[in-house]
């Protein structure tokens, strides 16, 4: 989405029912689950990891706004502001304090809630347009549900015609504003608010674990349900190839070019064709890197029909392929690299080649593997008329990473 967005975080609650009857009175918020890490921090995490490239305004009470000042430089996100003594009043205060900056868009969302699906928050900007006020994820209820008078009485509901309402919620900015300025009620949500004045709010099916902690027995079930397995990581391999004409260079020409081979000046007697500098193996490992990320191939990203990558140097082709792997959390495990080649003896290079790759990837030299392979003289490599490259990169990625 190109209009602005905000990202809202709702933490100045005082979390009274998770503290009830126990001797620690820390807000449910602050209360450490990982690594030191509190509830708030694995939050900010969980929603910079989603690489939404949107700021993140933090909203906590105003005896944390010192201490939050810290978290705020850490995480680089922007500064705290106070929050009120409602969830609403909070709401407002933030959208108060965004007048100036005025984004399309605001997603707000409860710290109460550390974890955040990435398919969920994709799936709220599809279904929002100028005729959407707000769109809500939301999950079915499994469990019967009855509906209690006065008197105690058990009164039958038919489930199917209710639903759980989750954060993050995605709304207009503008119409929220206007929604809360003119109107004193006191709501639970950002939907029910937008809804009871008429606007239109849309729903897309939430993700369970999206739950919320209000009672402290809720955080073993969410370290053990939903924290255990945004540890785990999956594992998926690119396959990159790509061949490049081999041109004989005009001996004593000024002019020849180098044959560059991963990055490195091997021999100057031949030289590579292409409309770049033809670093068939920097294209490869490029090749690889964004077909494990299912981005497609090389060409989709830097066209040859376009004159400004005439001549680039592959080593940011290679970079960006990398930047964008790092931006969804993902690592490299390993990278095989098969050169099919007469000329030059890979061996003699290959040292070279892996460390100006590791570098250009910021990865350890022993990730990376390469190999020369001769054709025995069969077909247009065999002649000298080319070289090709295989390579295989295994990258990994956190499970609850989905794109």
């Given at each position: ?157 038919n489930k199917n015609d209710y639903c759980l309402i989750q954060t993050p919620q995605l ?233």
């Amino acid at each position: 989405m190109k209009e602005k967005c905000i990202i809202i975080l709702l933490g100045a609650g005082l979390g009274k029912r998770f503290s009830k009857n126990k001797k620690n009175k820390i807000e449910k918020q602050y209360y450490p689950i990982k690594e030191k890490k509190n509830i708030f921090e694995l939050c900010i995490e969980n929603i910079k990891n989603l690489n939404l490239n949107y700021d993140i305004l933090p909203v906590v009470s105003p005896i944390k706004l010192y201490y939050f000042k810290k978290v705020s430089e850490k995480y680089k996100i922007l500064p705290p502001i106070s929050g009120g003594s409602t969830r609403q009043d909070s709401v407002v205060n933030s959208l108060n304090h965004l007048k100036k900056i005025k984004p399309k868009y605001v997603l707000i969302h409860d710290v109460a809630r550390p974890f955040v699906s990435k398919s969920v928050v994709l799936n709220l900007f599809k279904k929002i347009d100028e005729n959407v006020s707000c769109v809500i994820p939301y999950i079915n209820v499994d469990d019967a549900i009855r509906k209690i008078d006065k008197d105690g009485k058990l009164n039958k509901l038919n489930k199917n015609d209710y639903c759980l309402i989750q954060t993050p919620q995605l709304c207009n900015y503008q119409d929220l504003l206007k929604t809360y300025t003119n109107n004193k009620n006191n709501y639970d949500d950002e939907s029910s608010a937008l809804l009871d004045n008429k606007y239109i709010v849309k729903k897309v099916l939430g993700d369970k674990r999206t739950l919320k902690i209000t009672n402290f027995e809720d955080l073993s079930f969410f370290k053990n349900n939903v924290l255990k397995n945004m540890e785990n990581y999956i594992t998926k391999i690119g396959i990159g190839y790509d061949i490049h004409k081999l041109k004989k260079n005009t001996p004593n020409n000024k002019q020849s070019k180098y044959l560059i081979l991963g990055g490195v000046k091997t021999i100057k007697s031949y030289s590579l064709v292409g409309h770049s500098d033809a670093d068939v193996i920097l294209h490869s490992i490029t090749d690889s890197i964004y077909g494990g990320l299912n981005y497609g191939d090389i060409g989709k990203h830097f066209p040859p029909s376009q004159k400004k990558w005439k001549d680039c140097d592959s080593s940011f082709f290679l970079k960006h392929a990398a930047k964008e792997l790092y931006n969804r959390n993902g690592k490299i495990i390993h990278i095989d690299i098969v050169v099919i080649t007469e000329i030059p003896k890979i061996s003699t290079y290959s040292c070279k080649m892996k460390r100006n790759i590791s570098k250009l990837l910021g990865i350890n030299v022993s990730k990376i593997s390469i190999k020369g392979k001769s054709n025995e003289g069969i077909g247009s490599i065999g002649r000298k008329e080319g070289i090709a490259v295989f390579t295989n990169s295994t990258l990994s990625f956190k499970e609850f990473d989905e794109f």
